[in-house]
């Protein structure tokens, strides 16, 4: 009410007016129209600045919606892309329905494990990659001494946490999470290209150094070369979301069965081609 106050939208007996913002041809914006899009702190200049904006967009929406429809082809079926995107739509949202409300959304390490033995070798690597500890901090720091002890004891959560802190405030560049992968050139990348080239790295392999600017820490959690199969780990964000697709189609489709064969036991479903 405020609103329709202060944009002078009352008639004379004080009840508000749904006031016509634009047209475009035989096209009509009203006010009703932007029902839900004004702040509720809103004022005057607020709001009507909201409605100019929002006008304008419209007006070349509905230019540009008159010219295209100009264009129609003539064997094109408007009515029925309707009427098939409606059924879609509506077919859609049942689905979504159904799976909210049935779905088991928890994939065990047991499926995980044997879909990934059924199909990994269509997860063949196309480059390395490594999981790592990675810590590249500012050599001038004050607190140096605090991230090597740190370092030293990296399997505690803990010290990997302060680690992390440090990183961050400094501007440092830090990888302390144990099950993450990463493409192995992307962490050689972080060196000093005068202190390493590409080598191979084993497992459990560590080193810092300082190049008088910066101080890493690197340490080896696993690699598996380019060409080997994925690990699981590594495919297993992937195949939960695959494994989670077929469960959500078969769900889907075991609905439509039964379904189906319940109407045509109830005679809600007849032929006529025979």
Request: net charge negative.
């Amino acid at each position: 009410m405020i609103l329709i106050q202060g944009c002078n939208l009352l008639d004379n007996k004080n009840k508000p007016v749904d006031k016509l913002i634009a047209t475009v041809y035989d096209k009509k914006l009203h006010l009703s129209d932007m029902a839900g899009m004004f702040p509720l702190n809103a004022n005057h200049d607020d709001s009507l600045q909201l409605i100019g904006s929002f006008a304008t967009r419209w007006t070349k929406e509905q230019v540009f919606l008159t010219e295209a429809e100009k264009h129609i082809p003539q064997d094109l079926e408007i009515e029925e892309l309707l009427k098939k995107y409606s059924e879609s739509l509506i077919s859609l949202n049942f689905q979504k329905l159904l799976t909210e409300q049935n779905l088991d959304s928890l994939v065990s390490e047991e499926e995980l494990r044997d879909f990934y033995e059924k199909n990994k070798d269509q997860y063949q690597l196309e480059t390395s990659i490594i999981r790592c500890y990675f810590v590249k901090i500012p050599d001038d720091i004050k607190e140096l001494r605090n991230v090597r002890e740190w370092w030293d004891g990296i399997n505690d959560d803990a010290n990997r946490k302060k680690l992390a802190r440090m990183s961050e405030k400094y501007d440092g560049i830090f990888h302390l999470e144990d099950s993450v992968w990463h493409n192995l050139e992307d962490i050689e990348s972080l060196f000093p290209a005068n202190r390493i080239s590409t080598r191979n790295w084993t497992t459990g392999e560590s080193l810092s150094f300082s190049d008088k600017q910066y101080t890493y820490f690197f340490q080896v959690l696993e690699l598996v070369s380019k060409q080997d199969a994925a690990p699981m780990s590594y495919v297993a964000p992937k195949a939960r979301r695959i494994i989670l697709n077929q469960r959500k189609n078969k769900l889907v489709e075991d609905f439509k069965t039964k379904l189906y064969e319940t109407e045509i036991r109830k005679n809600n479903v007849t032929f006529q081609y025979k």
